[in-house]
Every structure is written in structure tokens, then in C-alpha cells.
């Protein structure tokens, strides 16, 4: 398994080849996204449906088949058809089975027939606290870059999905920190996308890994950023790990996820010509390393 891609040495190749507009479409005949939406979080993000003891069963619902007018951002920033494991080639230590993107995107596209064809932007890594993605972190980073990697074919960032706290219910510490924590990074990458008022979806918590799992979940449930939905997960079937939702699971919260996002659904641009935006994030990256 190659390890390297946690190396921030990596981030500087992603924002250069960024930068200069190399970013392609591989596997699609002249497709190019119109509405882009990033996924990040932790691993009921990136998925483990259909995973156990290590092996996805390779099993894909209905709800989550291949469509052509859905396509994925991949770890070399090309575009593709995008199937499931949406995360395989980004949560590379884990493997990744059923999340909840693709049903996502399959329930706008049966949804809203103007949404155009849809570009997935996966982010997600598991086993990661909130501190791991405050601003200038590699995980941070990364997600920026791949965000303005996607617009270099034109379209539109719709929104965020974010799924992630199960690693911050085990300190008492951190879960009283993880309200202002999360408001800073909604707030941060709105900034830094250019784009203050951009949907965000949010998760509240089905499973935790400690104590505090009640503290956290009251911090996103009350979220009060304008723009910003929260569906709750509470309740969704978990797998016998008793942390990870299941193919089923993840089929309805992507399905809760689409009726959040088309109650906030609306035309806000995020920067569609990201050259210049993009150099200058590089080089305040460089110099603050």
C-alpha cells in the first residue's frame, strides 16, 4: 500500500499540477461537471458498507449504481466515471466500501433535472479528529486543493457533505471544543473557496468511539451557521462494530442528505476561473511550511 500520498511534499505536487491546468477527464466522452459537490469526514464519509474484517463484499445497491451524468474526482485529479468505493484511492490505509455519495448524487439527478451533470470531490479519511482539519493542516490542505482542482473544467461548487466527530467523543477536552472547532472550519474553507454563503450538510453522529458521543452530537445538532443543515444519523442501523453504518444505512443517509441539500439549494458561484486564486494559495502554503 503506498503510504507516500500522506507526505505534504504531495500537496505541493497537487497545487503545481493544479495550478497549471492539467487537471483531465479520463474514462468520460466530453463530460464535464456542472454541479461539483465535496465530500469529507471520516470513515462513515469515505464508506464502510459492506466491509468486514478488513474485505468489502463488493456488493453495490441500487441506489448507488453507476451513472453517466456522475462523475469523480480522483486521487490524480482527473475526472472519471465514478462508481463505488468512492474513496478507494483517497482513504488509502482503510478499505472503503458503501458510503453515502453516490446515493447522493443519484437522488438529485432523479430530483432536479437542471443540476447538470454532477462531479464528486471524495475528501474523506478515517480516524480523523476535527484538529486534523483546521485551517493549514495537510487534511485541510488537501481538501482546498482538490476543491479548486475540480472547477478547472468550469461548473459550480454546490456544496459540502461532512460527516465526521466519532474520533472526538473520546476526550472530554476535545468534545467541549468541537462546537467552535467545526464553526471555524465551515467558516475557513467558505473563505477559502471563495464562497461565504456555500451549503453545507452536515451528519450528526450515529456511533462514537468514547464517552462523549452525547457532547458532540448537541454540538452539531446546533450548528447555527446560515446555509448550513444537519441531518441526524441517530438511529440508522450500525454494522456489528457498532461504529460504522451499513450498506442500508448509508442508502438512507444519502437519500437524507439530498432532501437537506435541495432545501438550500440555490445558483451561488463559487470562483469558476481559480488560476490566480490558486497560485496564491501555493505560495502562502510554501512560505507557512
Not at 441506489?63 to 490524480?76: A, D, F, K, M, V
Not at 467558505?190 to 462523549?212: E, I, N
Not at 437537506?260 to 463559487?270: C, D, E, G, N, S
Request: hydrophobic content about 40%.
Amino acid at each position: 500500500m503506498n503510504k507516500s500520498r500522506a507526505n505534504p511534499s504531495n500537496l505541493i505536487w497537487l497545487m503545481l499540477l493544479t495550478s497549471s491546468n492539467l487537471v483531465s477527464t479520463q474514462n468520460v466522452s466530453h463530460a464535464k461537471p456542472k454541479s461539483i459537490f465535496i465530500l469529507a469526514g471520516q470513515s462513515n464519509m469515505s464508506g464502510r458498507g459492506g466491509v468486514t474484517n478488513g474485505t468489502w463484499d463488493g456488493i453495490v445497491p441500487p441506489q448507488c449504481q453507476s451513472n453517466s451524468q456522475i462523475l469523480r474526482l480522483n486521487y490524480e485529479l482527473k475526472w472519471e466515471t465514478a462508481h463505488e468505493p468512492l474513496h478507494r484511492d483517497i482513504n488509502v490505509n482503510k478499505t472503503c466500501g458503501i458510503g453515502p455519495g453516490m446515493v447522493f448524487a443519484n437522488s438529485i439527478l432523479e430530483r432536479e433535472c437542471g443540476i447538470g451533470v454532477i462531479g464528486l470531490v471524495p475528501c474523506a479519511i478515517g480516524g480523523t479528529s476535527i484538529s486534523k482539519w483546521a485551517r493549514g493542516s495537510r487534511l485541510y490542505n488537501q481538501l482546498v486543493v482538490r476543491a479548486w482542482a475540480a472547477l478547472n473544467h468550469g461548473g459550480l461548487i454546490r456544496g459540502i457533505l461532512w460527516y465526521q466527530g466519532e474520533s472526538d467523543t473520546e476526550n472530554r477536552e476535545d468534545a467541549r471544543l468541537y462546537k467552535g472547532r467545526l464553526k471555524k472550519f465551515f467558516t475557513d474553507v467558505r473563505s477559502d473557496l471563495k464562497s461565504p454563503m456555500l451549503p453545507v450538510v452536515q451528519v450528526a453522529l450515529a456511533s462514537g468511539k468514547g464517552k462523549y458521543l452525547h457532547v458532540v452530537r448537541k454540538a452539531q445538532l446546533e450548528i447555527d451557521l446560515p446555509n448550513v443543515r444537519c441531518v441526524d444519523a441517530k438511529g440508522l442501523p450500525l454494522q456489528p462494530d457498532g461504529l460504522h453504518l451499513g450498506s442500508a444505512a448509508q442508502v438512507q443517509l444519502g437519500k437524507m442528505l439530498a432532501d437537506a441539500f435541495l432545501q438550500i439549494m440555490a445558483p451561488l458561484p463559487v470562483q469558476s476561473n481559480p488560476s490566480k486564486r490558486f497560485h496564491n494559495f501555493f505560495l502562502n502554503f510554501n512560505r507557512n511550511k
